[in-house]
Every structure is written in C-alpha cells, then in structure tokens.
T-cell receptor, first 113, second 112 residues
Framework: GAGVSQSPSNKVTEKGKDVELRCDPI?????LYWYRQSLGQGLEFLIY????????KSGLPSDRFSAERTGGSVSTLTIQRTQQEDSAVYLC???????????FGSGTRLTVV | EDQVTQSPEALRLQEGESSSLNCSYT??????LFWYRQDPGKGPEFLFT???AGEEKEKERLKATLTKKESFLHITAPKPEDSATYLC?????????????FGAGTRLAVHP
C-alpha cells in the first residue's frame, strides 16, 4: 500500500485480556519498528525488525509483550494479560533506508479498563 | 545515556509571529537528527534529517538547523495550519542500526 496501515485504530479491552495489534508496512520496506506513545510523553521504542528477525527487543516493557513479523511484511504486537498501564497509542513505522526517516502509521489507541 | 530534550513544551503564536523550537541532545556519536510533525490522532510525519553541525534544511515556512549540542526548528510567519506537535529524534552510532530516540515534543498553536 501507499502508507503504513495499522489495525484496529481503537481497541478497548478489559484488564487481564490479551490483545493483538497489526501493522502492514510499506511494500519493500525491510525495517519495521514498534513504538508506544503515552499521553503527554515522547515515543518509547519497543522493538525493531529487520526482515523477519528482531535484533533489538530491548524496549519491550515486560514478558507480557511479544511481537513477530512474517514474510518480511506484516507484524503483530501481542500484549498478554493487559494492565491499565498498557493504555497508550501503539505506533508502527517502516523504513527502507535509515536516513529517509521512518513512515509511521496512524497508530492503535489501546484502552485497558 | 542518549537523551533528547525539547523546549518549550508548548508554544502559542499569533499568525505571522516567527519563533524557534529547541531540541537539545546528548548522544554517543550522532548519525542523524530527525524532525517530525504530528497532528492529533495521526502518526508522526517526517520533515527533515540533519547529519552534521552547520547543516540547514528548509521546507516552506520551516527551517531546521543543527549544532553539536542542539537543533532548532525555525518557523517563519506561521499560519494556523502549522499548529501541531513537533518531535525531534536522534539516531546514535552506538545503536548499530536505526533506532530513533525521541523527545517529548513541542505543542505549537498558531492563532489567527
């Protein structure tokens, strides 16, 4: 597609439930990133994929968070046993070259109640 | 530790009133400094990449400059449509790849 697509755009879930967030990057972009943005905060790095491998998972806040990427394309971020502090906007971005800047999706707003 | 600090947190301008946003950074070997614009409910939109001190880039009413410790985003004669949050990010050589470290942003409001 022309841009980075994320789904769903909004998700309300009950505390303790699992959620899956999806990212479709720009076709041909080998690098894919997940960031989290809490209200009034900067973007917090979660994980980086190059192709299907994740050389840096250092930003995942706990073992409840996991992500995978298949076919060098679609990525899924899974949060298990959601907590209220997981409420945030989860942003996905892709890039072809590091100095072109990332192209971000519009994000998934996750609300844990 | 690599760090990015943006100031002010919020800025209110009258249409046509020029000003500058600041991004101070501490990084172990700068590969690039990035500016993004973010509108409410949207993801950040790429504006500029700066690579070395002294470099400048322009786009419409925006001009970004870079020194060894900070970057400025100058807004000349702003219009209400320039209202957005402006984010600064750095990429460090120590990162080994493409991770960007973001500041918290400056919320700009331009009033007619």
């Amino acid at each position: 597609g022309a841009g980075v697509s994320q789904s769903p755009s909004n998700k309300v879930t009950e505390k303790g439930k699992d959620v899956e967030l999806r990212c479709d990057p720009i076709s041909g972009h080998t690098a894919l990133y997940w960031y989290r943005q809490s209200l009034g905060q900067g973007l917090e790095f979660l994980i980086y994929f190059q192709g299907n491998s994740a050389p840096d998972k250092s930003g995942l806040p706990s073992d409840r968070f996991s992500a995978e990427r298949t076919g060098g394309s679609v990525s899924t971020l899974t949060i298990q046993r959601t907590q209220q502090e997981d409420s945030a906007v989860y942003l996905c971005a892709s890039s072809l070259n590091w100095d072109n800047g990332y192209t971000f999706g519009s994000g998934t707003r996750l609300t844990v109640v | 530790e690599d760090q990015v600090t943006q100031s002010p947190e919020a800025l209110r301008l009258q249409e046509g009133e020029s000003s500058s946003l600041n991004c101070s950074y501490t990084v172990s070997g700068l590969r690039g400094l990035f500016w993004y614009r973010q509108d409410p409910g949207k993801g950040p939109e790429f504006l500029f990449t700066l690579y070395s001190a002294g470099e400048e880039k322009e786009k419409e009413r925006l001009k970004a400059t870079l020194t060894k410790k900070e970057s400025f985003l100058h807004i000349t004669a702003p219009k209400p449509e320039d209202s957005a949050t402006y984010l600064c990010a750095v990429q460090a050589r120590s990162g080994g790849y493409n991770k960007l470290i973001f500041g918290a942003g400056t919320r700009l409001a331009v009033h007619p």
